[in-house]
């Protein structure tokens, strides 16, 4: 997206695995792709994602969900911290936790499904789980879904989705290679949408402008 002079938009991202979708979203940053930046990110446990991120200069803050955690508890000590840190929008990128929406972040915070919503979506349902699904059933595409977070596992409204033929021959592997590459396409799109002010939601659905 351009820069239209205005204010980066301030993105708070949620991991708990590699990190790369956020690493995704800082080089089209640098790369003057997406006006944005990223003031924190949180990790619910121990992951890559925090050491590299953290070799890119990037905040990273460890809130743990330990056994016995709910969604309120983490609730209770994840917003005030996103926040302190002047959130525009939230981004779910690899967060594998029901992330309880406050009232007023509806509407403010995504998410990253490696499938075609609503199709192999839900609890349990992430990474190579929703890849050896499409495979395991015959699919001839798969893709990526970029939607608002709602209380329900990959259920608020669809921004985007990109769409990815599936070979034959397919392996897990293969598939979620060629699912991330859209993702890291579809993403950053998503955002920039928000940040431009082109999305509202009408009647549970969204629209673009």
Same mark, same amino acid.
């Given at each position: 997206?351009?820069?239209?002079?205005?204010?980066?938009?301030?993105?708070?991202?949620?991991?708990?695995?590699?990190?790369?979708?956020?690493?995704?979203?800082?080089?089209?940053?640098?790369?003057? !792709?997406?006006?944005?930046?990223?003031?924190?990110?949180?990790?619910?446990?121990?992951?890559?994602?925090?050491?590299?991120?953290?070799?890119?200069?990037?905040?990273?803050?460890?809130?743990?969900?330990?056994?016995?955690?709910?969604?309120?508890?983490? =609730? =209770?000590?994840?917003?005030?911290?996103?926040?302190?840190?002047?959130?525009?929008?939230?981004?779910?990128?690899?967060?594998?936790?029901?992330?309880?929406?406050?009232?007023?972040? !509806?509407?403010?915070?995504?998410?990253?499904?490696?499938?075609?919503?609503?199709?192999?979506?839900?609890?349990?349902?992430?990474?190579?789980?929703?890849?050896?699904?499409?495979?395991?059933?015959?699919?001839?595409?798969?893709?990526?879904?970029?939607?608002?977070?709602?209380?329900?596992?990959?259920?608020?409204?669809?921004?985007?989705?990109?769409?990815?033929?599936?070979?034959?021959?397919?392996?897990?592997?293969?598939?979620?290679?060629?699912?991330? =590459?859209?993702?890291?396409?579809?993403?950053? !799109?998503?955002?920039?949408?928000?940040?431009?002010?082109?999305?509202?939601?009408?009647?549970?659905?969204? !629209?673009?402008?």
């Amino acid at each position: 997206m351009s820069d239209t002079g205005s204010p980066p938009l301030r993105v708070v991202c949620n991991v708990s695995g590699g990190g790369r979708t956020v690493l995704n979203f800082l080089d089209r940053i640098e790369a003057g !792709e997406l006006h944005a930046s990223i003031p924190l990110v949180i990790a619910d446990r121990t992951c890559k994602a925090i050491e590299r991120l953290r070799a890119r200069g990037v905040e990273v803050r460890l809130i743990p969900w330990s056994k016995g955690t709910t969604p309120e508890d983490f =609730a =209770a000590r994840i917003w005030p911290v996103i926040e302190e840190a002047g959130a525009d929008l939230v981004c779910n990128a690899g967060f594998l936790r029901l992330l309880v929406v406050p009232p007023a972040w !509806e509407g403010r915070i995504m998410n990253i499904h490696p499938g075609l919503l609503p199709k192999y979506g839900g609890k349990g349902m992430y990474g190579d789980h929703v890849h050896r699904a499409v495979l395991a059933n015959g699919e001839t595409e798969s893709g990526c879904t970029v939607h608002f977070v709602t209380d329900e596992y990959d259920a608020g409204p669809v921004i985007l989705q990109r769409l990815v033929p599936v070979a034959p021959d397919d392996t897990a592997d293969a598939l979620a290679a060629r699912v991330f =590459a859209a993702e890291c396409e579809a993403y950053p !799109e998503a955002v920039g949408l928000y940040a431009e002010g082109r999305l509202t939601i009408v009647d549970g659905k969204v !629209e673009i402008r």
